[in-house]
């Protein structure tokens, strides 16, 4: 079946690092590619998407492209900020199925 | 932001006793879908909706029912309440579950502690 892997953290970085968080997934064919975000004490938030390969989805300073060939989809801002800190989850969904969540990966940015 | 709102918020209640969690949409999605977060586990689906009187179940529904006689609401309930269903249960609306449109949007989580 469809899955999704991620690092599960926590990841602790001082504010302005490079941030990357890794995401891989096995499906069968070609599903779409997700990225949200749950701050504390909130529901979870659509942070940026892809639908196809090479396809590179970005929101907020956060970006994450979409490779077919290492069945991947990292999340990366080159220079975060304390206000980033929260719970990232990565997911996918397959043509009529449902979504599929990471664990999610706890990130803490400190001042 | 979507327009998502869940009832009640927070609840504690005892072990044996029925409870039900409200989720009421304004965007006039079909689907709709109840999780629950708990630590190490991530999300999981509980039950979800892709029309009014139509549900089916997800990967954890023992021990709960659903229902929608509305677009706008779908109702999760505890028919005898335990320990084990001490979660935070979210709510979720999507437009469709097809490429394009399939992202789906949450409410705020209803935060239960069954003692």
């Known amino acids: 079946g469809n899955s999704v892997t991620q690092m599960e953290g926590p990841v602790t970085l001082s504010e302005e690092a490079f941030l990357t968080i890794n995401c891989t997934y096995t499906?069968?064919?070609?599903?779409?590619l997700f990225w949200y975000v749950q701050y504390p004490g909130e529901g979870l938030q659509l942070l940026l998407k892809a639908t196809k390969a090479d396809d590179k989805g970005s929101n907020k300073g956060f970006e994450a492209t979409y490779r077919k060939e290492t069945t991947s989809f990292h999340l990366e801002k080159g220079s975060v900020q304390v206000s980033d800190s929260a719970v990232y989850f990565c997911a996918l969904s397959y043509y009529g199925q449902n979504f599929v969540f990471g664990p999610g990966t706890r990130l803490s940015v400190l001042p | 932001d979507a327009g998502i709102t869940q009832s009640p918020r927070h609840k504690v209640t005892e072990t044996g006793t029925p409870v039900t969690l409200r989720c009421h949409q304004t965007?006039?999605?079909?689907?709709m879908y109840w999780y629950r977060q708990d630590p190490g586990h991530g999300l999981r689906l509980i039950h979800y909706s892709y029309g009014v009187k139509d549900t089916d179940k997800g990967e954890v529904s023992d021990g709960y029912s659903v229902s929608r006689s509305k677009t706008e609401d779908f109702l999760l309930t505890l028919e005898s309440a335990t320990s084990s269903q001490t979660s935070v249960y979210f709510c979720?609306?999507?437009?469709?579950?097809?490429?394009?449109?399939?992202?789906?949007?949450f409410g705020p989580g209803t935060r239960l502690t069954v003692l």
């Open positions: 499906a069968t064919g070609y599903p779409s």
């Open positions: 965007e006039n999605h079909r689907y």
């Open positions: 979720a609306i999507s437009e469709s579950r097809t490429g394009g449109n399939d992202e789906q949007f």
